[in-house]
């Protein structure tokens, strides 16, 4: 079925990096736009960064602009969030989200979410 | 950015009752609008896209309706799976944002 499943967060002191994976499946993943969203804790849900069907184009929030990069591997089906610098405020749940088609055109919506995978950033 | 907000921040409501959620852009977003509704320790769930397409599979009790600047989430006869968090998103900015979401209770 379609599928997309989180996996690389964990607890990680400030300054430090990590980088998320999220692997998709029961789909062709190179003709979809992927995003990362992520939720802090009691939070809502806050857009993190897209990356094109062909990752011609990438777009970043501000909030995190210059720390992040998002990637990814089509002919291994995952996407990638490098996240550099990261700062307390970066503590969250990290959802990928595929960006939905109707028939060849983007619908700018996120129709299928993974199960997300939390950072702690904390010393 | 594009400025999302939602109101009311919660609602309390009964099963049957009918239900409005209204988003409003900081600017015109033409129909560039969807919805998502979130339960505690889950993913958000798409329901309705482009201001006014209902998601497939999701009940026709949801509809939306809108353009420019205000929009609306109508649940028509809440049903007790509805009790949820519901959150408007723009998507007419290369850089997508989130109402701050409303949160639905049983009353």
């Known amino acids: 079925q379609v599928q997309l499943v989180e996996s690389g967060g964990g607890v990680v002191q400030p300054g430090r990096s990590l980088r998320l994976s999220c692997a998709a499946s029961?789909?062709?993943?190179?003709?979809?736009?992927m995003h990362w969203v992520r939720q802090a804790p009691g939070k809502g849900l806050e857009w993190v960064a897209v990356?094109?069907?062909?990752?011609?184009?990438?777009y970043y929030a501000d909030s995190v602009k210059g720390r992040f990069t998002i990637s990814r591997d089509n002919s291994k089906n995952t996407l990638y969030l490098q996240m550099n610098s990261l700062r307390a405020e970066d503590t969250a749940v990290y959802y990928c989200?595929?960006?939905?088609?109707?028939?060849?055109?983007?619908?700018?919506?996120?129709?299928?979410w993974g199960q997300g995978t939390m950072v702690t950033v904390s010393s | 950015d594009i400025q999302m907000t939602q109101s009311p921040s919660s609602l309390s409501a009964s099963v049957g009752d009918r239900v409005t959620i209204t988003c409003r852009a900081s600017?015109?977003?033409?129909?560039?609008l969807n919805w998502y509704q979130q339960k505690p320790g889950k993913a958000p769930k798409l329901l309705i896209y482009?201001?006014?397409s209902l998601q497939s599979g999701v009940p026709s009790r949801f509809s939306g309706s809108g353009s420019g600047t205000d929009f609306t989430l109508t649940i028509s006869s809440l049903q007790p799976e509805d009790f949820a968090t519901y959150y408007c998103?723009?998507?007419?900015?290369?850089?997508?944002?989130f109402g701050q979401g409303t949160k639905l209770e049983i009353k």
């Open positions: 989200a595929r960006e939905g088609l109707v028939g060849a055109y983007r619908n700018h919506a996120f129709d299928i």
């Open positions: 029961g789909f062709t993943f190179s003709s979809y736009g």
């Open positions: 990356i094109w069907y062909d990752g011609s184009n990438k």
């Open positions: 600017q015109s977003i033409s129909s560039y």
């Open positions: 482009a201001a006014s």
């Open positions: 998103q723009q998507s007419y900015s290369t850089l997508w944002t």
